[in-house]
């Protein structure tokens, strides 16, 4: 399984970007795919989660901000950020999974990075 992600840069705040996650070499039907962020000298958080079923969840710090979708005929996961602000700035990863992540993330209220099997490169969003 390969991830790439795009879509990052440098934003003023209060402006918005799409990030993009190409997937490709999955073959079962579930899934859950994420996207976490990292900031130097911080933990991996996670940011949102999304589902085959189309269940999602998010982070406290991003809800009614960012959403979560995908394009099924794609096979590409998008993160669209509005509002964004300095302390969002961080390196993105995509991360994909089995569908089983979901019922975890939503019984724990916690968004694990080993729920995910799958990681794409990074894209650097840095907003000013």
């Known amino acids: 399984v390969q991830l790439v992600e ?5 934003v003023q705040a209060g402006g918005s970007l799409r990030l993009s996650c190409a997937v490709s070499g999955y073959t079962y039907s579930g899934y859950c795919t994420g996207w976490f962020r990292q900031a130097p000298g911080k933990e991996r958080e996670g940011v949102a989660a999304l589902d085959g079923d189309g269940d999602t969840s998010y982070a406290d710090f991003v809800t009614g901000r960012f959403a ?8 590409i996961p998008y993160l669209q950020m509005n509002s964004l602000q300095p302390d969002d700035t961080a390196m993105y990863y995509c991360a994909w999974g089995p569908s089983s992540a979901m019922p975890a993330i939503q ?7 080993a729920y995910f099997a799958f990681w794409g490169q990074g894209t650097q969003v840095t907003v000013s």
Do not use: L
Not at 6 to 10: I, M, R, T, V
């Open 6 to 10: 795009s879509g990052g840069g440098s």
């Open 68 to 75: 979560i979708s995908k394009d099924n005929s794609e096979n």
């Open 107 to 113: 019984a724990r209220g916690i968004m694990s990075p």
